[in-house]
């Protein structure tokens, strides 16, 4: 066992998910590997042990397994399923978007499901293992899409999801999960759908969600000892998408880079744009840019790999230009 | 008043034989005149969408609805009009859904077959075949939690479904959670415009289930007594334990895909063959042999239905349409997380 | 005609299977229709009398067509439901208001006359949030003349904007009065064409002799002005004004004269000053300069001009460049009358000759040098003359 203290990012997953159990009978996770194994990431770790008959091992369907927690939801459960990688959920598109994300609106009957999808890419993970694809979820109504950034978001966020009553896409960043720590876990925290000041700033605007806020304050840092002071907005929640406080950072700064690991087309950094382009045209001293990823998939090798998403570097050079107009 | 009398039946008083034939029959006569009601709406135009009948399947419907218990799950087909009605699902359910009533169960949101009341356990499917298996599993693994025994659920799907991949991924699951899952296959040889030549390679569909590890058993979907047993025995041995029962009925599709379609492609062999045989007329010759019906008798349960259904038609159309300005257009139940988009506003 | 399957939109009448005045049922077979894909029937919607059909044989109707009328018993229709009278339709008037003539017009993208992109090299811009800026304090791009841009190609940035703004609040200030804020914005806006000048001295001799024995006295600017009037009477090209790419006629030859009041110029017209003698425009002239002077000039008084005189002698100026009116095109100015020496050829030497300045400003783009210049010496011509006038 290592020495160091501190809460993992993956720490606080499994806490929320270990109170949730804890606390609310009707609350089980359904998953491959998540049961004696404790999960491919270990995010269930001991917790099938702990709660017997509450943390099932599924067969390799994800298209039965989101049925399925359909149908216990239907019941009155409240199932967390875990993907074993975002990537995979594909296969399940189909339940999640049109049998999950439309049972309330065409039956009035709530869908309180948890999905959690291991999202975001760690050097070597390759196309199939690196994916954000929260953009494509955020896009069919009914759903609700979380990207937490930090432990104590990962924790806090992931139990008010499982309390929610509506389907939750819950991305967890697998890069996050060991390189990110905190000394404890959050007693309080801002609800979900409202986004988060991660860094104060007068000259630009960077927003945000999940593993690039951590490269958007290290891009901060870096201009900091060039004179500008960069403002960093931690989206959290997807979807709903926060507006309000991206509309007004961009009041005080005038200038707008969107940040986003996923590819460019039609991504969470175009929504954004979209919106402060059309609610806040006014507030803009510039015309407001993203950065992405290449429009490939994710590559392999980790020269390649580094190139292909937004880096500290990458972000400080965008936000450069920015700032030059 | 035909519907009153039966609902206020539990299911456990119907006992095979007389008392179960004529209840089952006279689902089916109703679900046909039903069918032949709504086949008339739409080709007077008054319908929107598609049509989608359940002529000649209405036996081994039939014989799911009544069998299982009010208590149990069920996920219908497309073609289960009479599975339905025996079920509990009302006429007016059905009606609203089609004329798209503000007073129907799905609202106006949704229309046709695509209707259900989940939390009774009548599941309303969505448009992808095979996809409402995987539900059923999930109600009964959710009441193993609960601790309620002795419940079923019935997914009936066609030949065509039995190609999905969230079929194959549902049976799989079900076997291996070894769930109380009855799974009805359909088999009426054609799916939209293909036959079953180009659906499956194996000889028959009942070969499937020795790769899931469950149990099987054939029937002729023409034959309502044959339909009432096989089903009976199927929803037993499930109830009792025994892990998902796969039951493959054979009969023939009567009428269109959907009311839009003539269905030119069906081989004019199969609607001379057997398996051609209309299903509801095969019944009324059973009850008249055994002597548990008459032709008079037929007629009054004919009028009788034709009536109620006319009611329910007449009624329905005087009924409010949705009103878009007041809709809640809001696709999650939690208030404070609906998004308002500008372009929403009106 | 009811729906008729995927992506069909009209079938053809193929069979009327019954005939108007027939009993009918409800959903007895009435019509045999056609489309490319199969045979069907339209079926009664209740019980009752055929009165006509609307439809004829071997014609296609679209999807939703009144194809036939039945006569039915308001019970029959009770009994159906049909009695409804209102459409199960929502009202699509509340969608959307339909526009007023129905056409929508199509925009056909181009490049062509476009400003260069924002971001290309080389270009600047003013930001949205800038313009925002600038209407909250009622600012116009003139009024950044003064600001230099930091941004990229010399962008006057919202931060160059702010820190002038805050330059400006720490000197000392007073509020314009709202002339001087009329003027301002006129002059601005004039000042988007490109003015040109020209010049010539004019021999006032002709008028100060004149002036001895005339009563009432004319004064040299009411001269040039009924000199113009005339001159552009003879030729109403110099004051027409340019529109995209037609020129604007003036009708009447109303000329305007600048009046200095309180911090700014009035310019009351004479109407129709080509018609009227000089004499009889002396008295008008009189009323009008006090009038302006008191700023009590009726509201007909003033707009409308085709060409403005200004008198810039009487501050004691010689020369200057006068600015004209946005919608003018034209403006003659006068400067202070002097003696100058000028060589009379007949006597072999310099001899003293009372003279002005007379100046005509005007919009480039609607005459160029010549035509001022022709203009120039036709009213030095008939201020020679002021007896004619």
């Known amino acids: ?325 | 008043m035909l519907q009153t009398v039966l609902d206020a039946r539990p299911a456990e008083e119907i006992v095979a034989g007389r008392e179960q034939m004529l209840a089952a029959y006279r689902f089916m006569l109703l679900a046909r005149l039903l069918d032949d009601k709504f086949a008339a709406l739409y080709r007077a135009g008054k319908i929107h969408g598609g049509v989608f009948l359940g002529r000649g399947q209405e036996a081994l419907s039939v014989a799911v609805g009544l069998t299982l218990k009010r208590s149990d799950v069920f996920a219908p087909l497309i073609r289960d009009a009479a599975g339905r009605l025996a079920f509990g699902e009302t006429i007016l359910d059905g009606v609203r859904t089609y004329l798209g009533s503000a007073l129907g169960p799905m609202r106006g949101r949704d229309g046709n077959i695509h209707r259900g009341r989940p939390r009774e356990g009548l599941l309303p499917m969505i448009s992808h075949l095979g996809a409402m298996i995987s539900v059923v599993n999930g109600m009964l693994l959710a009441r193993r939690f609960k601790k309620i025994s002795g419940t079923v659920g019935a997914a009936c799907v066609g030949d065509g479904a039995t190609s999905t991949g969230s079929f194959h991924e549902a049976i799989n699951q079900a076997a291996v959670e070894k769930l109380p899952l009855v799974l009805v296959v359909a088999n009426n040889q054609y799916a939209y415009s293909t036959p079953t030549s180009r659906q499956f390679a194996c000889d028959s569909l009942e070969e499937k289930a020795v790769g899931y590890g469950i149990e099987v058993q054939s029937v002729d979907g023409t034959d309502l007594s044959a339909c009432l047993k096989i089903i009976g025995e199927a929803v037993s041995r499930a109830r009792a334990g025994a892990g998902p029962q796969m039951v493959v009925a054979q009969l023939l599709r009567l009428c269109g895909h959907g009311e839009h379609d003539p269905a030119n492609y069906v081989d004019p062999k199969l609607k001379n063959s057997p398996l051609g045989r209309d299903c509801l007329k095969v019944a009324e010759e059973f009850l008249l042999r055994q002597k548990w019906a008459d032709e008079s008798q037929f007629a009054v349960w004919r009028s009788a239905a034709q009536h109620e259904i006319e009611e329910a038609v007449a009624q329905v159309q005087r009924e409010p349409s949705p009103d878009p300005f007041v809709e809640e257009w809001r696709a999650i139940s939690t208030e404070r997380l609906g998004e308002m988009h500008r372009e929403n506003e009106s | 005609m009811p729906q008729l399957g995927e992506s069909i939109a009209e079938a053809n009448i193929v069979a009327f299977l019954v005939k108007p005045g027939d009993n009918v049922v409800a959903d007895q077979n009435l019509i045999e229709i056609e489309t490319n894909k199969a045979t069907m029937t339209v079926t009664s919607p209740c019980s009752g009398k055929i009165e006509k059909f609307s439809a004829q044989l071997n014609e296609s109707y679209a999807v939703g067509a009144v194809l036939g009328q039945i006569e039915a018993t308001k019970e029959e229709a009770a009994r159906l439901g049909l009695d409804v009278a209102s459409s199960k339709i929502s009202d699509t008037d509340r969608v959307s208001k339909p526009d007023g003539n129905g056409s929508h017009t199509r925009v056909q993208p181009t490049v062509r006359g476009l400003p260069v992109p924002a971001n290309a090299a080389g270009a600047s811009y003013l930001s949205p949030r800038l313009k925002a800026r600038m209407t909250e304090l009622g600012l116009s791009a003139a009024d950044l003349s003064g600001v230099a841009g930091s941004g990229a190609a010399g962008r006057v940035t919202v931060e160059d904007f702010e820190k002038f703004i805050a330059q400006l609040e720490k000197q000392k200030t007073s509020d314009a009065s709202s002339m001087r804020v009329a003027v301002a914005d006129a002059m601005r806006r004039s000042w988007t064409r490109p003015i040109a000048h020209v010049g010539m001295p004019v021999c006032l001799d002709p008028l100060f002799a004149f002036r001895k024995i005339a009563r009432p006295k004319p004064g040299p600017a009411l001269c040039a002005l009924r000199a113009l009037a005339v001159a552009l009477a003879e030729n109403r090209k110099p004051a027409g004004r340019l529109v995209g790419s037609k020129i604007v006629h003036p009708s009447a030859i109303d000329i305007g004269f600048a009046v200095e009041a309180e911090d700014g110029v009035l310019v009351p017209v004479i109407r129709d000053a080509d018609k009227k003698l000089l004499k009889d425009l002396i008295t008008p002239y009189n009323e009008l300069v006090e009038l302006a002077r008191e700023r009590k000039l009726p509201v007909n008084a003033t707009g409308g001009s085709i060409a403005t005189v200004t008198n810039f002698g009487t501050f004691g100026l010689e020369w200057a460049t006068p600015i004209p009116l946005p919608e003018q095109t034209l403006v003659l100015g006068m400067g202070a009358a002097r003696h100058e020496p000028r060589w009379d050829s007949s006597k072999g030497q310099f001899v003293p000759v009372m003279e002005a300045n007379l100046t005509l400003s005007f919009d480039h783009r609607v005459l160029d040098g010549g035509a001022a210049g022709r203009l120039l010496q036709r009213v030095s011509e008939l201020m020679s003359k002021p007896d004619q006038l």
Not at chain 1, 32 to 49: E, P, S
Not at chain 1, 84 to 90: C, I, K, M, P
Not at chain 1, 244 to 272: F, H, M, N, Q, Y
Request: proline letters at 6%.
């Open chain 1, 1 to 325: 066992m290592k020495a160091d203290a501190g809460i993992t990012y993956l720490d606080a997953i499994r806490e929320a998910q270990a109170h949730a159990l804890r606390d609310d009978p009707r609350v089980f996770i359904y998953g491959q590997d998540v049961g004696a194994f404790g999960g491919a990431f270990k995010a269930t770790k001991n917790l099938a042990q702990e709660f017997p008959g509450r943390v099932l091992d599924s067969p390799i369907s994800e298209d039965a397994m989101m049925g399925l927690a359909v149908g216990t939801a239907i019941e009155g459960l409240r199932p967390i399923i875990e993907m074993q990688f975002a990537d995979f959920s594909t296969v399940g598109f189909n339940q999640i978007v049109n049998q999950a994300a439309t049972l309330f609106w065409r039956t009035n009957i709530p869908c309180p499901i948890t999905v959690r999808l291991p999202f975001g890419g760690t050097s070597g993970s390759g196309p199939f293992h690196s994916q954000c694809i929260e953009a494509i979820y955020a896009h069919y109504p009914g759903l609700i899409v979380l990207t937490p950034a930090t432990v104590e978001d990962a924790y806090s966020m992931l139990l008010e999801a499982i309390a929610l009553d509506d389907p939750v896409i819950f991305c967890e960043h697998k890069f996050l999960y060991y390189h990110l720590k905190a000394e404890k876990l959050p007693s309080e925290a801002l609800p979900i759908g409202k986004a988060r000041i991660a860094r104060e700033g007068r000259d630009l605007t960077i927003v945000t969600y999940s593993a690039m806020v951590h490269e958007a304050l290290e891009a901060a840092r870096e201009l900091s000892s060039e004179g500008w002071e960069i403002e960093v907005v931690d989206l959290r929640s997807v979807k709903p998408l926060d507006t309000d406080t991206v509309v007004a950072s961009v009041a005080r700064t005038g200038k707008l880079l969107c940040v986003g690991e996923a590819w460019p087309w039609g991504g969470v950094t175009a929504e954004i744009v979209a919106r402060v382009t059309g609610e806040g045209y006014g507030l803009l001293d510039a015309p407001p840019q993203r950065l992405n990823a290449k429009d490939t998939p994710v590559p392999y090798h980790p020269n390649l790999w580094a190139a292909h998403r937004p880096t500290a570097r990458s972000v400080a050079a965008a936000a450069r230009n920015l700032l030059r107009q």
